[in-house]
């Protein structure tokens, strides 16, 4: 057994069940092992791809991330994926072969790119440790929450290492107790005296539905989410969707008259909370995360709890009250809370499409057991706003560094981790071209996924930002791409829409055996800006 072997063999015993990744020379031994030890190899078409198909593979599944690339070019090409998942905290093991003589074409200091995206570098430096250096990247990606670089010399994995008798045992990664969470009576206290409570969930909450729902209930909160957390509160009938930019009229209405905010397990940052302009006057604001170090860390807060956020909200002690909560707000909640509900003029045409009837038109017939990827551009809000889904792991949405191009693989990460589901891609036109390599990935794979590109023929945010002050714009428009044929080269199934009837394709796509995935051109309107865009704007 070699120090490949032997790190893929360990990867795979500690529930490594999915690896993706570009397969070169240095790579080859150590997935192959992974591969032996039961993991599924998942190939994609660019190594960025493959970061954030294992990127969204941990968020969706809620297990770890595996990436496998080549030494130097294949960790440079995977960068942007992996700043996306070491800025989103996402659980994620990178094997990355290198090389360690600076004459070498591929060498690349692995270590200070690691560090320079908020990763963590480890590295084999013996066949002895090789073993015992794979579990401490494990624990520390899925109990600290990081993306870990752990780099594997080329040098040292050829050599002879130790036979193991048997397969590791998993409880070496069992997690750490917790001590328990402090400054739980303020918080109490604080939720006891508000009149108007908010709760904000965010991806430290995912897991924390039941509790927070109870802890709910007894105060009267109302019930949002951070966009990451989009779905968590799904069928409540006290949740206002997505809190900040994405906000329907009435949840931000609701926000901001709240006069206690509590973020859990969500960073509070100005996406979220519209640059504090959801914090209304007076109110008090309350935090509880992990990681003490993210309390405040946005935005002041009254009262700071570091810990578990289910632990907190289970340990939290209020007497019932009504709270915000009352049988005239339920009415309007229902009637009105999500953007599909939101009274529009149509602004489609005889050759473009508004994407709000688009959205509203998808979210009727596509089934509701879906699993949504969005890139990212002016038309992210309608499919993240406008589509529902069914609960927080139905929706992935890599935006932490707010590059284009990631949508695909999203879902493709995604539809893996969630086979019994729809999987719905949304993307922008010119994200949609920046990862169309891995429509390869989707038909070879065999998934049934619905992609759909809201197509403008052009950066719609640089469009619509820079336009009005009357700058040139002949840098960020382009001819128009035929995306249908695109998909068909590709070998899927096709659509072009310019009007709803023209939706017609996708309900015989879906009655249909699904055997080929189904690609949507859809030609939209380009005469306004998204509704959230200048908000986003002000945070560059």
Not at 11 to 38: E, I, K, Q, W
Not at 108 to 127: F, H
Not at 178 to 187: E, H, I, R
Request: negative net charge; aromatic residues 6%.
């Amino acid at each position: 057994m070699t120090v490949a072997d032997a790190v893929g063999r360990a990867l795979a015993d500690l529930g490594a069940d999915h690896v993706f990744g570009v397969v070169g020379s240095g790579n080859f031994h150590v997935t192959n092992a992974l591969v032996a030890g039961g993991a599924r190899y998942v190939a994609a078409r660019h190594e960025g791809g493959a970061a954030t198909m294992a990127d969204a593979y941990a968020r969706t599944s809620g297990r770890l991330g595996v990436l496998s690339v080549h030494q130097g070019c294949g960790l440079t090409n995977a960068m942007t994926g992996i700043t996306e998942a070491a800025k989103s905290r996402t659980p994620l093991v990178v094997l990355a072969a290198e090389v360690t003589s600076p004459r070498s074409n591929f060498f690349v200091d692995q270590t200070a790119l690691a560090t320079a995206v908020g990763a963590v570098s480890e590295r084999v430096t013996s066949a002895s440790t090789a073993v015992d250096t794979v579990v401490r990247a494990v624990r520390r990606a899925t109990h600290e929450r990081r993306t870990v670089v752990l780099n594997l010399p080329l040098d040292r994995q050829s050599e002879p290492a130790p036979s193991a008798s048997s397969a590791l045992d998993r409880s070496v990664l069992d997690p750490p107790v917790l001590d328990p969470p402090a400054g739980v009576d303020a918080l109490a206290e604080a939720i006891a005296s508000a009149r108007r409570p908010v709760f904000i969930a965010g991806r430290g909450a995912r897991h924390a539905r039941a509790g927070l729902e109870r802890l709910a209930a007894r105060c009267g909160a109302l019930l949002a989410t951070s966009a990451v957390a989009n779905g968590l509160f799904a069928g409540n009938p006290w949740s206002l969707g997505i809190s900040g930019g994405f906000a329907s009229p009435l949840a931000a209405e609701l926000i901001a008259g709240a006069d206690l905010v509590v973020g859990w397990g969500c960073a509070l940052n100005g996406w979220t909370l519209r640059h504090g302009a959801l914090v209304g006057p007076g109110a008090t604001v309350a935090q509880v995360d992990l990681d003490a170090d993210a309390l405040g860390a946005h935005r002041p807060v009254d009262v700071g709890v570091v810990g578990d956020v289910r632990a907190v909200a289970d340990a939290v002690r209020v007497d019932g009250t009504p709270g915000y909560r009352s049988p005239e707000l339920a009415s309007r909640i229902a009637a009105a809370v999500r953007w599909r509900d939101v009274p529009f003029a149509d602004g489609s045409g005889a050759d473009r499409i508004d994407p709000r009837a688009l959205s509203v038109r998808l979210d009727d017939l596509l089934p509701a057991e879906r699993v949504l990827g969005v890139d990212s551009g002016n038309f992210m809000g309608y499919p993240s706003a406008y589509l529902s889904v069914p609960d927080e792991r139905g929706f992935c949405f890599t935006q932490a560094f707010q590059s284009i191009g990631l949508g695909l693989a999203t879902t493709i990460g995604a539809a893996l981790a969630r086979p019994d589901r729809l999987p719905v891609a949304a993307l922008g036109d010119g994200g949609g071209l920046m990862g169309v390599a891995e429509l390869e990935t989707v038909v070879r794979l065999g998934l049934p996924m619905v992609v759909v590109v809201y197509n403008d023929s052009g950066y719609g945010a640089e469009v619509h930002h820079f336009g009005p002050a009357g700058h040139p714009l002949d840098t960020v428009r382009f001819p128009d791409t035929d995306f249908a044929a695109l998909g068909r080269g590709f070998g899927c199934a096709a659509l072009t829409v310019r009007r709803r009837d023209d939706l017609a394709g996708l309900t015989r796509w879906l009655d249909g055996p699904r055997d080929t995935p189904l690609l949507i051109d859809a030609k939209v309107t380009t005469d306004r800006a998204a509704w959230w865009l200048e908000e986003a704007f002000r945070g560059h």
